[in-house]
């Protein structure tokens, strides 16, 4: 089984709908991130977090929010989605490093396209 | 994190090693380079890191200059499998997260 999934892996929505995408991990990870990527541009962060209290902007947070459910599980929300929302969406996780090798470990990403 | 500058892509003949550059003239002490690839739509995926010395591991090579203004990514016998977006990041090490650039687009011929 995959360390980190996402659901859904695609999903098309209306423009106003509310959505939600789940991320889920099994390395037993405590920071959490939401990156989005647009086709043929590298990836952008949306939100993290690096413990269960612990939730920060990134760089393009504004239309978005995000739920910590537990140290296993960050989801994220589009409150009322957006043709440009329409992109490639990764989770991934980090541990707290003891070292610099704070490697990301990304989900297979979620698909969204908003019509 | 400290900017960083790659080719928009690259070829590279099946078989033969995969240099691919990336500038970071801006780059703190504390910034390390990270290295990580982006096969078709997948999640990236970490290749490797490093701070000031030259660093080798199963999957490449990183090699930075004296200055660490600079850095190079060594596939040393590149597959078509190799074929894939590649990201250069600089940031402090243990800061999670990551500012991804565009990458090179790395293709493997045969």
């Known amino acids: 089984d995959a360390d980190v999934t996402q659901t859904p892996r695609n999903r098309i929505t209306k423009t106003g709908k509310r959505i939600m995408l789940e991320c889920s991990q099994t390395k037993g990870h405590d920071r959490m991130y939401w990156y989005r990527q647009d086709p043929g541009l590298g990836l952008r962060l949306i939100y993290y977090?690096?413990?269960?209290?612990?939730?920060n902007k990134g760089e393009i947070s504004d239309g978005y929010s995000v739920s910590r459910q537990a140290q296993a599980k960050f989801s994220l929300s589009l409150e009322s989605a957006i043709p440009n929302q329409t992109a490639l969406y990764f989770c991934a996780t980090s541990d707290l490093p003891w070292g610099p090798v704070d490697t990301q470990y990304f989900g297979p990403g979620t698909r969204l396209t908003v019509l | 994190d400290a900017k960083t500058t790659q080719p928009p892509s690259m070829d590279c003949a099946e078989g033969r090693a995969a240099n691919l550059p990336c500038n970071h003239s801006?780059?703190?002490?504390?910034?390390?380079v990270y290295w990580y690839r982006q096969i078709h739509s997948q999640g990236p995926q970490y290749i490797i890191h490093g701070l000031k010395n030259n660093e080798t591991n199963e999957m490449a090579s990183l090699i930075i200059t004296e200055d660490r203004k600079s850095s190079t990514l060594i596939l040393p016998h590149a597959t078509l499998r190799d074929t894939a977006v590649y990201y250069c990041?600089?940031?402090?090490?243990?800061?999670?997260?990551?500012?991804f650039g565009d990458g090179t687009t790395l293709t493997v011929k045969p």
């Open positions: 977090s690096f413990d269960v209290k612990d939730i």
């Open positions: 990041i600089v940031r402090v090490g243990g800061a999670g997260k990551s500012t």
């Open positions: 801006t780059i703190s002490g504390n910034e390390y």
